[in-house]
């Protein structure tokens, strides 16, 4: 209970907040949440449906976006949020559970080092990114399924006669942590370490090996059966780089971990130019100390794991638990990003057990040192810790506000220092819809001369400008933006808006090619439809939207949308059928509802 009331105690303020970032997309505009029927078809697609290309597949992530929107709609968001802590209090309980077991298998049953162990993992506001933003709960996902599974399966290992209602527990829930994000693999890897660190008999390690054969078998045929659009390939990083990318990481990460005063979205530890000649020289300076640091850290905790390996095993341990987790972040692979907070949620779980294990075995009394012996010296650094994990917890409780609102979380983020281009952009979309156009374009301006080539924020900038009324500006920034075969069919649709308020040509054409190259994603279909009903062109309309139906029905708005055709075409029955279509897909469709009702 002192896990969660903690927990609860420093998120709290995260109740008042809205949606931000990619909420939009992976909450308000994905049709897979909005009926508890449709949970099925959330097996079969993966994430970010029509917003932009991924290559995430986290079906619980959005199981659990059902179950909110059933309970809370779009109305509340502090429910979705309430959600998100739930989770992470129930991953750090786990992570309590984890850390008993593994002091046990130290031969030092300390409790009250394991309860400490879960309570700065559940305060330290390195975890924000994760917690109070709703789109990246799938890590506490993970952690919550994968400390779970750890924990039962550490709890089989003990002889009693319920092992196999442990081993199923464990792999039911380590099956629940790779269904939840990519990174859940680790723990499968973990488990394994776990088995061979305990030396367990060869024919209870052959059958382990079949489950998690069986388990990624079976996450393998869900993953590849699944409906998605690929991301183009990422530009591979230079091998040369990757080492120097990654000890630049590792000291990122370290000072994240000691001292988390700079919280943001959007971190970086390249050595990309900036804006001007100073401040690129002084990013480049930083970064070689950045980089001489990370070297000095990856030696200290290769002393470390020596030292561990021989006076505390379970330290050890914890410590390959660190790297298996921590090695895809890395930039040893290449990444999207360099550095991202949120990708250190579990790696700091098994680092924080590793330091715990390790001043254990220290304090042990045949380890102690004569320093480790002075009773002033431990109470003072009991003291600092105790002060650390305070100050921790402030943080975390501050951190909050920083994602009130869509204007705040970009804002803040930008006042402390990811003043990225993808971020710029963003603001100036919310100048945009604030009706401030030219504050907005200049925004669009500054992140297309930081970011050239990146044709999705010419794309931003053309509409920008189209909306402004300069046409020929517009023109100009889609030629950049066309260059990128994903965003043909949002060009072509920006093309037909043009040549309408231009030159008054029918878009029509414009908008069935768009609706063509992009066949799957509803908006563009939507407004192709739409306006052939404008133009008084319903056979074809219905023609179109009941194609779409055939292969894409899960989706509610459609339905509503021919419902509305079919009452404009007097077929009152029919009509019905369609609206209780949409019903039946978005529990919370009220104007389908209410059409429902009125048709005779």
């Known amino acids: 209970m002192l896990i969660i009331a903690a927990t609860f105690l420093v998120y709290w303020p995260a109740l008042r907040n809205g949606f931000v970032w990619d909420d939009t997309a992976l909450v308000l505009r994905d049709p897979l949440i909005r009926s508890w029927t449709l949970i099925g078809e959330s097996f079969r697609h993966f994430l970010f449906l029509d917003a932009t290309a991924s290559n995430f597949y986290r079906p619980i992530q959005r199981l659990s976006f ?40 130290a031969g030092a049953a300390r409790r009250g080092w394991a309860l400490g162990i879960a309570l700065l993992w559940a305060i330290h506001p390195l975890h924000t990114s994760a917690v109070t933003y709703i789109a990246g709960r799938a890590d506490p996902l993970a952690a919550l399924f994968g400390f779970t599974g750890l924990a039962l399966g550490l709890a089989s290992l003990e002889a009693n006669r319920r092992v196999w209602r442990w081993r199923l527990g464990a792999a039911a829930s380590l099956a629940l942590a790779l269904l939840s994000k990519e990174s859940g693999v680790t723990f499968l890897i973990i488990w394994i370490l776990v088995l061979l660190w305990q030396r367990i008999a060869w024919r209870t390690l052959g059958v382990w090996a079949v489950v998690l054969a069986a388990l990624v078998g079976g996450y393998c045929g869900l993953r590849f059966t699944a409906a998605k659009t690929p991301p183009p390939p ?73 030292f561990a390996t021989r006076r505390a095993p379970a330290a050890a341990f914890c410590l390959g638990g660190f790297a298996v987790a921590y090695v895809p972040i890395s930039n040893v692979f290449s990444l999207n990003a360099t550095v991202a907070e949120h990708w250190l949620y579990v790696p700091s779980a098994f680092l924080f057990l590793a330091a715990a294990l390790t001043l254990t075995a220290l304090g042990a009394q045949e380890n102690r040192s004569a320093l480790l012996r002075s009773a002033p010296l431990r109470w003072a650094l009991t003291a600092v810790l105790a002060g650390w994990a305070v100050a921790l917890g402030g943080r975390t409780f501050l951190r909050q506000a920083d994602w009130r609102d869509q204007r705040t979380f970009i804002e803040r983020n930008l006042a402390a220092g990811g003043d990225s281009a993808r971020m710029l952009m963003n603001l100036a979309n919310v100048e945009l819809a604030a009706g401030k156009p030219e504050r907005a374009l200049e925004l669009y301006r500054e992140a297309v ?152």
């Open 449 to 600: 001369q930081r970011a050239p080539e990146q044709p999705i924020i010419a794309l931003g900038l053309a509409q920008a400008l189209a909306r402004s009324g300069d046409f020929a500006g517009a023109r100009g920034a889609l030629g950049r933006a066309e260059t990128a075969p994903m965003l043909r069919a949002d060009v072509l649709q920006l093309r037909a808006v043009l040549d309408y308020r231009e030159h008054g040509t029918d878009p029509g054409d414009l908008l069935r090619q768009a609706a063509e190259v992009a066949p799957a994603n509803w908006p563009h279909r939507r407004r192709y439809v739409e306006h052939l009903i404008e133009r008084g062109d319903r056979t074809t309309a219905r023609t179109e939207l009941l194609h779409f139906l055939e292969k894409y029905p899960f989706r509610a708005e459609s339905w509503r949308l021919l419902g509305r055709l079919l009452e404009a075409t007097r077929e009152p029955a029919r009509a019905k059928v369609a609206y209780a279509e949409a019903v039946h897909r978005d529990v919370r469709d009220d104007a389908s509802r209410a059409r429902l009702q009125a048709l005779p």
């Open 234 to 306: 990422p530009t591979p990083t230079a091998l040369a780089i990757r080492p120097i990318l990654a000890a630049r990481a590792l000291a990122e990460y370290a000072s994240l971990v000691v001292a988390p005063v700079t919280l943001r979205m959007e971190r970086d530890v390249s050595t990309r130019p900036r804006d001007t000649f100073q401040a690129t020289m002084q990013n480049a300076r930083l970064r070689e100390f950045q980089t001489l640091g990370g070297v000095l850290l990856l030696v200290a905790l290769a002393v470390w794991l020596r």
């Open 66 to 105: 059902i179950a909110d929107y059933q309970l809370f709609g779009f109305d509340h968001p502090g429910g979705w949020h309430f959600t998100s802590i739930l989770i992470h209090a129930g991953a750090a309980v786990a992570l309590f559970f984890v850390a008993e077991k593994l002091f046990a298998l």
